[in-house]
């Protein structure tokens, strides 16, 4: 009779660890767009998670726009006109 190995042996082996760094995987993205959404309730710290988010993306050439999902309950062209307006408020050609 054979043994089967426990589950949490199944679930480890089937983890693969990413071991590059931050800069690295960003480097591979360079031709791609990245979208990330950090939610949270109110006082969760998803605002800070989301500051120290840009800085770290800025510091790699990345552009950023913070959008809060406040925003996103406004009508279509009221986003797209509060979008421009961040823009150019930034001085980036929209």
Do not use: W, Y
């Amino acid at each position: 009779m054979t043994s089967n190995p426990k589950p949490q042996e199944n679930a480890r082996s089937a983890i693969s660890v990413d071991k590059r760094s931050g800069q690295d995987v960003l480097r591979g993205l360079r031709t791609n767009e990245v979208f990330v959404a950090i939610v949270g309730p109110a006082g969760s710290g998803s605002g800070t998670a989301a500051k120290i988010l840009k800085a770290f993306l800025e510091e790699n050439d990345f552009e950023v726009e913070i959008v809060k999902a406040s925003v996103l309950s406004l009508t279509l062209p009221t986003c797209f006109r509060e979008f421009h307006r961040a823009r150019s408020e930034r001085g980036v050609p929209g």
